[in-house]
């Protein structure tokens, strides 16, 4: 993995950020329907997908062969009440484990990169391939926000 794609992953905190900019508390919990998700709920997604993924990836360089978690990501937003959250707090609990993360990313060889694990699909997957789909999964949302608003 390179710099260049490791700064993209750290990227996404700005982006996000970007994406909510100005946006009032309403703006930011409102919802087309009941079943549909405010950016106040994308954000707290966002932020309990980050934790799924630092686990994941630490499980790997574990040298786990447990399958790696899945979760079922309308349920931890509704469960968790997330609407009734703050946007800022999932903002700086992303920009926390993006950190945190890329520090761990930044220590690891080629080797290590490569490292892979079992994801709830039953697929291989490598290090390398979590991070990117992780940066792609936030490009989704950003789109999903966009559409929000």
């Known amino acids: 993995m390179s710099s260049a794609q490791i700064s993209e992953y750290l990227n996404t905190h700005q982006q996000l950020v970007q ?3 100005g946006l009032t508390e309403e703006q ?3 919802k087309a329907e009941p079943a549909s998700w405010s950016i106040t709920e994308v954000l707290a997604h966002l932020a309990d997908h980050s934790i ?3 686990f994941r990836i630490r499980d790997i360089l574990a040298g786990t062969t447990a399958q790696l978690p899945a979760f079922n990501q309308d349920a931890w937003v509704s469960g968790q009440y997330a609407n ?7 903002l700086k609990l ?3 484990l993006l950190h945190y993360n890329s520090l761990l990313l930044g220590r690891l060889s080629a080797e ?3 490292k892979s694990g079992i994801n709830f699909k039953g697929e291989t997957v490598r290090i390398t391939d979590i991070v990117r789909s992780f940066t792609a999964h936030v490009q989704n949302h950003l789109a999903q926000i966009g559409r929000i608003k």
């Not at 009734?84 to 999932?90: P, R």
Request: proline content about 0%.
């Open 112 to 114: 290590d990169w490569e």
């Open 84 to 90: 009734h959250g703050n946007a800022a707090d999932s």
């Open 19 to 21: 994406a909510t900019e």
């Open 94 to 96: 992303f920009r926390s």
């Open 52 to 54: 799924v993924v630092s």
């Open 28 to 30: 930011l919990k409102w």
